[in-house]
């Protein structure tokens, strides 16, 4: 479980771009899934919980080339999905496995969605009830209250519904199986939701009206259309939200966030914060794939305290974590009513951000609708250990707050930042020059140096590798990435794990690379994203028995040197300190107890969605040990310069501090 230290920096200065829109991510892979045609999304958002909803279409038939900046979508029309051969698994993603449910609802075929506990402890029955309605036929937990959802696909009839909440995923929902239903598809809601399913139904040709906050789709009969030959993604807002609240509460901040989408059913983030004094410019207004968008000047702004209600909720919904940041430090109170729908998000978010906050020093009430915020008016925050409760824009809110804190705030469990933001951190580091989280100037260490961290499976390697180069503003190789690639690729071809002179033909005509940018990194074979299809047990077995290959080993030494040419570098894996970085400015050897590593490795594969028990993986990482210590070929072995650390009774955040300290960096 990673964790992330936040200390407090100094100002926020730059130019930045985000990743694209989640939510328009999702609905323009599924519209371009569905179209007749290629379609090509860039600037897409790369989150785990939009590459599960771009695995799913793969798995139910729709070919898609993948690349760090453009997915190609050969959309197949509106009957062309063909049934998957295993469970749909959309990991933390409400809206993937809500919007897919609808789609899902009126196809020829038997489907079931799931996702991870979080996800399957959300209420389902907000569009399951409305569908059977529709007359589809869906099994689920609870009389279809909870995932995972068992849909049977039938021919669908319209029907006039007013959904009880307004919820873009309801809408969205419905009008996704209207498309399918005979008869048109009418859905109101009390106040009107986010549009970006209407805004695509648009920009895609696909026939749909407004009255009021009611939406009608027409019939099947009424449906067919073409691909759009490029669509590009605006950058999200609600990433954006951290940077913006970062840069009003930091003093002395002046940030410009580029290309970010300003639609009107999601800007309340915008509104608020100016009501609530913040210095922000929209400029450069402009419409990309029918969504408006706009570059934002944020100047640092002494805040004060608004009041909220039900009505600004649907346009703040993502939002709620970081405004409650902004009205912790602002002068006032903040008082948020008619908030309920957050205590059904990733976590219950008013009762999760209010216990956070407390921590932090901020007097707060929890309310059953919402929270009385009182503002520490500009003082301090405390450092504190904090957790997320698996929620990522719960984390992400922390690590502002930290910002402004008097000590460090510590964030457990942040693996989940990735389902929306990969890189969060990354990014936030690159905007913080010393003493903040940012690059730190030191003598002995290069400033496109290279550091190697080698050690056994289980040891910490990539989880400190990855914070450790986030933390100096370095790229991060995970080597052992490349090698589950090349397993990717050798059981993908049908070809023995053992067989080193088949293996050795396949790599003559193999493209691997490593793509990273300042928010993401990502293992292409042959020009396809494997990063999320590597981390399997199946991999893992196969991985351990071609990296004792001559042929393998070989093969990728070249790369990863070219990889790390430019130095600035954490190269973390196998053989890095002794036979790949020879002559690398630092190197570490981790290792822990066999029974330590188990643990932290079973707990890998579980959150991948791989169950495994215990007792088996002991076993195979004993195996793995022996293997990898009595091979011929580049024998598991601290380089005779490189610093050995225990890992088995250090959090990750030690092993870092540790690290850092070896470095004189801490």
């Known amino acids: ?52 909803t771009m695995r799913a279409f793969r ?8 690349t760090p900046r453009q997915l190609r979508i050969a959309g197949k029309g509106l009957w062309g999905l063909t049934e998957p051969e295993r469970p749909i698994d959309c990991g933390n993603s409400g809206t993937g496995l809500r919007l897919l449910a609808g789609l899902l609802a009126g196809q020829e075929f038997f489907t079931v969605l799931t996702g991870d506990e979080s996800l399957r402890r959300r209420p389902m029955g907000r569009i399951v009830n409305p569908l059977r309605e529709m007359g589809a036929w869906i099994a689920g937990r609870k009389g279809g209250e909870l995932a995972p959802l068992a849909i049977t696909g039938r021919r669908l009839r319209g029907i006039s519904y007013a959904s009880p909440v307004a919820s873009a995923q309801v809408k969205s929902s419905l009008l996704l199986a209207g498309l399918y239903a005979d008869g048109e598809t009418r859905i109101s ?3 009107r939701s986010r549009d970006h399913t209407e805004r695509l139904f648009r920009h895609f040709g ?64 915008l509104e608020i914060l100016t009501e609530m ?14 969504e408006p968008v706009a570059d934002l000047q944020v100047r640092a702004a002494r805040l004060h305290g608004v009041r909220l209600g039900a009505e600004r909720i649907p346009q703040t919904i993502d939002e709620f974590p970081i405004l409650c940041v902004a009205g912790a430090v602002a002068e006032g109170e903040t008082v948020i009513t008619g908030a309920t729908e957050l205590r059904v998000k990733e976590s219950d978010r008013i009762a999760s951000i209010a216990a956070e906050l407390k921590k932090l020093g901020v007097p707060v009430t929890e309310t059953p609708d919402g929270l009385i915020i009182r503002g520490r008016a500009g003082a301090p925050l405390k450092g504190a250990l904090c957790t997320s409760y698996g929620d990522h824009r719960v984390a992400m809110s922390l690590a502002v707050a930290g910002l402004v ?17 990969p890189g969060f951190a990354s990014l936030l580091a690159q905007l913080l020059p010393e003493p903040g989280m940012g690059p730190r100037a030191n003598p002995g260490l290069a400033p496109q140096g290279v550091i190697a961290i080698d050690g056994p499976a289980g040891a910490g390697k990539s989880t400190v590798a990855k914070l450790l180069a986030s933390r100096l503003g370095y790229r991060y ?40 940018s300042p928010t993401d990194a990502r293992i292409l074979v042959d020009g396809r994203d494997v990063s999320h299809d590597i981390r399997s047990p199946e991999i893992s077995r196969a991985a351990s028995t071609v990296s004792a290959l001559s042929a393998v080993r070989e093969w990728l030494i070249p790369i990863q040197r070219q990889m790390a040419q430019a130095g600035g570098v954490v190269a973390e894996g196998r053989d890095m300190g002794t036979r790949i970085f020879p ?3 630092w190197k570490f050897f981790l290792q822990a107890d066999l029974e330590v590593r188990a643990k932290r490795r079973q707990a890998e594969f579980a959150k991948a969605g791989h169950t495994v028990t215990f007792e088996d993986t002991l076993r195979e990482l004993s195996q793995r040990d022996s293997q990898d210590r009595s091979r011929n070929l580049a024998p598991l072995v601290p380089a005779t310069d490189a610093r050995v650390v225990d890992t088995s009774g250090l959090s990750v955040d030690q092993v870092l501090e540790r690290l850092l300290a070896e470095m004189q960096l801490a």
């Open 206 to 269: 696909i026939p749909i009206r407004e009255e009021g906050t009611a939406v009608l789709v027409p019939g099947r009969s009424a449906m067919g259309w073409a691909a759009v030959p490029e669509l590009s993604v605006p950058g999200d807002l609600s990433a954006a939200a951290f940077f913006i609240v970062a840069a009003s509460i930091v003093p002395g901040s002046e940030l410009t966030i580029q290309g970010v989408g300003v639609n009107p059913t999601r800007a309340g983030i």
């Open 1 to 52: 479980m990673a964790s992330l230290t936040i200390k407090p920096g100094r100002p926020l200065e730059g130019t930045l771009s985000i990743p694209g829109d989640k939510s328009v991510t999702h609905r323009a892979i599924i519209l371009s899934a569905l179209a007749e045609g290629e379609s090509t999304l860039t600037g897409y958002c790369r989150g785990e919980d939009c590459l599960n």
């Open 477 to 516: 190789l995970d080597s052992g990435a490349l090698y589950r690639a090349v397993a990717w690729k050798v059981l993908t071809a049908g070809v023995a794990p053992n067989d080193e002179p088949a293996i050795g033909r396949l790599l003559a005509g193999t493209r691997l690379s490593l793509e990273v």
């Open 189 to 191: 809601e009390p106040q």
């Open 583 to 585: 002559h690398a400015d």
């Open 405 to 421: 804190a008097d000590g460090p705030i510590q964030i457990e469990d942040t693996d989940c930042i990735d389902t929306s933001f």
């Open 59 to 66: 798995a139910m038939g729709i070919a898609i080339e993948e």
């Open 277 to 290: 004094g913040a210095d922000i410019a929209v400029i450069n207004r402009r419409e990309v794939a029918g």
